[in-house]
């Protein structure tokens, strides 16, 4: 395994053992959530979004879910990619979540940009294992979901 592998296995063990956002936020105005499931691991996840009082922009990404490291993980890199930007408008969120599928469908191909995509880009990895991607997606396919409603 090389250097830049073992940083990125340890960080997303950080993140799986200290998440980020986890645990839901009180259902408020302008908020919807989704819930996830992956039958072929079990992994879930329920990911709650408010948006601001105009709809412009996500205010805030809360989560809760159990499965792998690699879910857990994922989920809590989003919220603290959401959080870092301290309001993040709607369309960019959307351009983040399609180019995060993106990368991760390319079987390796494209690796995730760190300046962009700051921890999450550590599951760049990820996109050589098929049976992966979903887990690693989980969180991505529910914040995606939850924006939609909100």
Known sequence: MS???ALYQELILDHSKRPHGKG?????PHTAS??????ICGDEITVRVRV?????EVAE???DGAGCSIS??????LAALIEEEDGMPRAEASTLVDGFREALRSRGELPLDEEVFGDAA??????????RVKCAMLAWVAFEDALARA
């Open 34 to 39: 989704s819930y996830q499931r992956n039958p």
């Open 61 to 63: 990404v809360t989560w």
């Open 24 to 28: 839901l936020a009180d259902e408020a």
């Open 52 to 56: 601001s009082d105009d709809g412009s």
């Open 122 to 131: 550590a599951l760049s990895g990820v996109s050589k294992y098929t049976a």
């Open 3 to 5: 250097g830049l592998d």
């Open 72 to 77: 857990q993980a994922s989920a809590s890199m």
